[in-house]
C-alpha cells in the first residue's frame, strides 16, 4: 500500500524558516511529480509547489523567491524549504505525488495526512 508521510510543520515565528519533508513508502514502480499544497481555514486547498521527477519547478507566485522544492528519487522523498516566512503563509500544508504502485496499472494520485505550519506575529 502507497502512503506519503510529511513531517517539519510547526510554529515559527515571520521571517522564520521551516523544512517540510515527505516520503513515499510501499511497493512503489514509479514516481511522477511530487508537490505540495495548503489550505488555510476557510480557503479552498491551493497549489504552492511542484517539481517532476526530471527536477522541473512550479511555485505559486505567492511563495516564489521564498520556497524552494527539492526531491530525492533515490528516497521517494520531496522537501519544501520555507524561507522569510509570513502570517499568511499559516496552514495546513499537504504533500501530494502521482505514483505508479507495483500492483497497479497506472499512475494514481496520492496525497498526505497534512502538517500544520502556524505563522506568528
Known amino acids: 500500500q502507497v502512503q506519503l508521510v510529511e513531517s517539519g510543520g510547526g510554529l515559527v515565528g515571520t521571517g522564520g524558516s521551516l523544512r517540510l519533508s515527505c516520503a513515499a513508502s510501499g511497493s512503489i514502480f514509479r514516481i511522477n511529480a511530487m508537490g505540495w499544497y495548503r489550505q488555510a481555514p476557510g480557503k479552498q486547498r491551493e497549489l504552492v509547489a511542484t517539481i517532476t521527477s526530471g527536477g522541473t519547478t512550479n511555485y505559486a507566485g505567492s511563495v516564489k523567491g521564498r520556497f524552494t522544492i527539492s526531491r530525492d528519487n533515490a528516497q521517494n522523498t520531496t522537501y519544501l524549504q520555507m524561507n522569510s516566512l509570513k502570517l499568511e503563509d499559516t496552514a495546513v500544508y499537504y504533500c501530494?505525488?502521482?505514483?505508479?504502485?507495483?500492483?497497479?496499472?497506472?499512475?494514481?494520485?496520492?496525497w498526505g495526512q497534512g502538517t500544520q505550519v502556524t505563522v506568528s506575529s
Open positions: 501530494n505525488a502521482v505514483i505508479w504502485g507495483a500492483t497497479m496499472s497506472r499512475f494514481l494520485n496520492y
